[in-house]
């Protein structure tokens, strides 16, 4: 996340359309907690990148319910 910028991004990348899928990535660091929004772009670059290593790591964690 550091080596991709993530903290250096926007918040929001989107465009003025509707009807498309909106991507959120969320990280806390230190203590500190960043959240880009993506909708309707390929921005940032590395946006999907982090997205699949996310996606990849999820499924092979064992999901528990806080309820």
Same mark, same amino acid.
């Given at each position: 996340?550091?080596? *991709?910028? /993530? /903290? $250096?991004?926007? $918040? ?5 359309? #509707? $009807?498309?899928? #909106?991507?959120? @990535? =969320?990280? =806390?660091? !230190? !203590? @500190? ?13 590395? /946006?999907?990148? +982090? *997205?699949?290593? &996310?996606?990849? &790591? %999820?499924?092979? +964690? #064992?999901?528990? %319910?806080?309820?």
């Amino acid at each position: 996340m550091v080596r *991709a910028g /993530f /903290f $250096d991004w926007k $918040d929001e990348y989107r465009l003025n359309v #509707t $009807d498309l899928p #909106t991507y959120e @990535i =969320t990280v =806390t660091k !230190g !203590g @500190i907690g960043k959240t880009v929004l993506q909708y309707g772009m390929n921005e940032p670059p590395d /946006f999907w990148v +982090i *997205a699949e290593v &996310i996606d990849g &790591i %999820s499924h092979d +964690i #064992t999901w528990v %319910s806080q309820l």
